[in-house]
């Protein structure tokens, strides 16, 4: 890992186009603010790390299909009219 | 096209119905192409397979059909990305997580909706800002509203 000291109100340009600078700091907290190109994705690594494990736990599985959760089982479940 | 899946065998799917993730999906960056498959029986459960990835396959429901006032915050950078000017003509999905087995403990991921433009069929995960949860019980869904006929 590339580790940078930077100061209040530096930045660093990563590549082209993103830009991280150091808006403010209080404490043991760091404020950041982040150009990048739109449509760059850009997550909290902690929900980011969250939504990732969600996503392979629900792609578990490679043979067969599961049993429908009652929830949306034929049945129970019934399309709501749009009026 | 002709897809080779675990999960449903072989399948013939219309060239059109192909799904552009140009992100992928989240854990997934990789796998761009899904299609929309249903399931069997009277469901809305869905089923998002990957074309270049036969074991990849993740079933869904479209958000509403789960909790009727969903509803997300989209930025205009997310819409742009799928080529919407207005969130009325999206889609969105939430994935669902069924446990092996265990099909009464499945859960939704309310905060990580797929939303899709249906015209141009592309589509992306997003991250909702609103506080939903990645575990929604489904057994705490508000009981599917049945209109009687007549």
């Not at chain 1, 590339?2 to 404490?27: C, F, P």
């Not at chain 1, 994705?41 to 043979?63: C, F, L, P, Q, T």
């Not at chain 2, 096209?1 to 992928?24: A, H």
């Not at chain 2, 309310?110 to 939903?132: C, G, S």
């Amino acid at each position: 890992m590339l580790v940078l000291t930077r100061k209040l109100g530096e930045g660093i340009t990563i590549g082209t186009g993103i830009r991280v600078v150091i808006l403010g700091i209080r404490g043991s907290q760091v404020r950041l603010g982040i150009e990048a190109p739109p449509h760059t994705e850009i997550y909290r690594d902690e929900i980011h790390a969250k939504i990732v494990e969600e996503n392979r736990r629900a792609a578990e599985g490679v043979s067969g299909q599961p049993a429908v959760p009652s929830r949306f089982s034929p049945g129970v479940w019934q399309r709501r009219s749009k009026t | 096209m002709k897809l080779t899946t675990t999960r449903f065998g072989e399948i013939e799917v219309p060239d059109n119905d192909v799904l552009f993730f140009s992100f992928g999906v989240l854990g997934f960056p990789e796998v761009k192409r899904y299609v929309l498959l249903d399931h069997s029986g009277d469901t809305p459960l869905k089923w998002l397979q990957a074309i270049d990835k036969p074991e990849l396959a993740f079933p869904m429901v479209p958000a509403t059909d789960l909790v009727e006032d969903y509803h997300i915050t989209v930025c205009p950078d997310d819409l742009e990305a799928v080529g919407i000017e207005s969130t009325a003509e999206l889609q969105a999905f939430v994935i669902l997580t069924i446990p092996n087995g265990a099909s009464e403990r499945s859960t939704a991921n309310l905060k990580a909706p797929i939303l899709m433009n249906p015209t141009t069929h592309v589509a992306r995960q997003i991250l909702a800002a609103e506080d939903y949860p990645i575990r929604y019980p489904l057994s705490d869904a508000q009981p599917a509203k049945v209109e009687c006929a007549g």
